[in-house]
């Protein structure tokens, strides 16, 4: 009887803070949590576009890091504003279906993209028979939306890769680059590499880097002695190679943006940790190797926006995914300034997707990432036995980050920890609480009604 009372302010608690906007991920009813009901009566329940965006890498300490640098401890990213918080979490499996604690991107990637978990470096294709799963991007385009892709990444790298190819192994990027993928060839009735089969698949809008991909040669099929870039315009796409001929790019045909011959550079620089720290630095919040004209990623964003919001994406709606891939790279690289310059450009990105959410409130935002990795911020008097460096944050207070996941000298890894996952628009609760990775393919399925 006692407990009575407590429970009914519990719920009306809940209830209040629900209608002011703020997520409740302990209190949340299991309607909340599963979408039966909407968090308010002015969000549609079914959602017109999907913009999901993702930090590759972005785990709590890379958004923290970045947060105490850019905007100060006490600030908030744009990423941070989003009325839904919950987390997610990120394994992978065996061949067998047991969990692999740690995923790669191909294999957490693969968990949103298919709503079904896979081993480690395989995109979209089941962990035991190595049979292709159908992508949300594959059922948006059977209802009729217009589809978008945008990385920082080479646009055949494993983020991008799984929605709109299938592959065994994530190396299997060009035509050139079959090796671990001898059943997925053309010769062998396969679908061919991952560029031959983003652009076979009338992607509306592609952007990102991989040039180099694209170049290759194709060796087999109808398309061979074309390259890829060939067979891309050959099936009616735009090519775009910077930001003016992105700008202007139109409306009504396919564009496909190759903005570096790899990876695109990142925005900013610094010392790398090291063994024993690094002198207090600040980061230059330039790069050398950046090429004049390379857009950043949220003016992609924009315009992937733009363009997806015409023609049948106008009438039928759009799947837009827009990937901040070289946090988890300058991770890797135990580059403290790469890393935080990334994640601030990611952040920009977000602010463009929510500022579009704002004028189209039938659209659902995600931000979240693909997994954990391992930077961590330490006190200043430790004395991490592997790679630190010390940063001076906007602030002008000194910050300390750590690296230590691997032995100096080696890549660093990625970790198994849950991340965030946070949202606004329809079926926006459906992130509350703990979730796993592959239930946000049911979110956007949900949110979307795609059959």
């Avoid at 997610?88 to 693969?110: F, R």
């Avoid at 952007?207 to 870039?229: A, W």
């Amino acid at each position: 009887m006692g407990s009575r009372p407590y429970r009914r302010r519990l719920a009306w608690g809940a209830a209040a803070l629900l209608v002011a906007g703020i997520a409740v991920p302990a209190a949340a009813s299991a309607a909340e949590h599963h979408g039966s009901s909407d968090v308010s009566s002015h969000t549609p329940k079914k959602a017109k576009n999907v913009i999901l965006l993702i930090g590759d890498g972005m785990g709590d300490s890379e958004i923290t890091l970045a947060r105490d640098y850019t905007v100060g401890a006490a600030g908030r990213l744009n990423m941070d504003k989003f009325p839904m918080t919950g987390a997610y979490t990120t394994y992978a499996v065996d061949k067998n279906g047991k969990p692999d604690y740690v995923t790669d991107s191909a294999a957490s990637g693969t968990g949103w993209a298919t709503g079904r978990k896979t081993v480690n470096g395989r995109i979209s294709k089941t962990p035991g028979t190595d049979k292709p799963m159908t992508t949300v991007l594959e059922l948006a385009q059977r209802n009729g939306l217009a589809t978008g892709s945008v990385t920082t990444a080479e646009l055949t790298d494993a983020t991008p890769a799984v929605l709109a190819s299938h592959a065994t192994d994530r190396s299997c990027q060009g035509p050139a680059d079959m090796k671990a993928c001898p059943n997925d060839t053309v010769a062998k009735g396969g679908p061919g590499s991952i560029a031959e089969q983003s652009v076979n698949h009338k992607v509306d809008v592609l952007l990102g880097g991989g040039k180099n991909r694209f170049d290759q040669k194709i060796t087999e099929g109808r398309y061979q002695g074309m390259t890829v870039t060939q067979q891309a315009e050959k099936l009616g796409y735009q090519i775009v190679t910077d930001a003016k001929g992105l700008s202007a790019a139109k409306s009504g045909k396919p564009v496909l943006g190759l903005f570096a011959p790899g990876n695109v550079p990142v925005e900013w620089t610094g010392k790398n940790a090291a063994v024993g720290g690094t002198a207090a630095q600040r980061c230059v919040t330039s790069n050398p190797e950046r090429k004049a004209g390379t857009p950043d990623l949220e003016s992609q964003t924009r315009k992937a926006l733009e363009l997806l919001n015409t023609g049948k994406g106008k009438k039928n709606g759009f799947f837009l995914q827009v990937e901040g891939a070289s946090i988890d790279k300058r991770d890797h690289a135990a580059d403290p300034c790469g890393q935080i310059g990334e994640t601030a450009a990611f952040d920009r990105a977000v602010k463009a997707a929510r500022e579009y959410a704002a004028q189209h409130p039938d659209t659902l935002v995600v931000t979240t990432a693909d997994h954990g990795h391992s930077s961590q911020i330490v006190p200043l008097e430790a004395n991490p036995p592997g790679l630190s460096s010390t940063l001076i944050t906007n602030e002008g207070q000194q910050l300390k980050v750590n690296y230590s996941t691997n032995t100096p000298g080696q890549s660093q890894e990625h970790t198994g920890t849950e991340v965030r996952i946070a949202a606004q628009g329809p079926q926006s609760q459906r992130v509350l609480g703990v979730t796993d990775q592959t239930e946000l393919f049911t979110t956007i399925r949900t949110a979307l009604s795609l059959r």
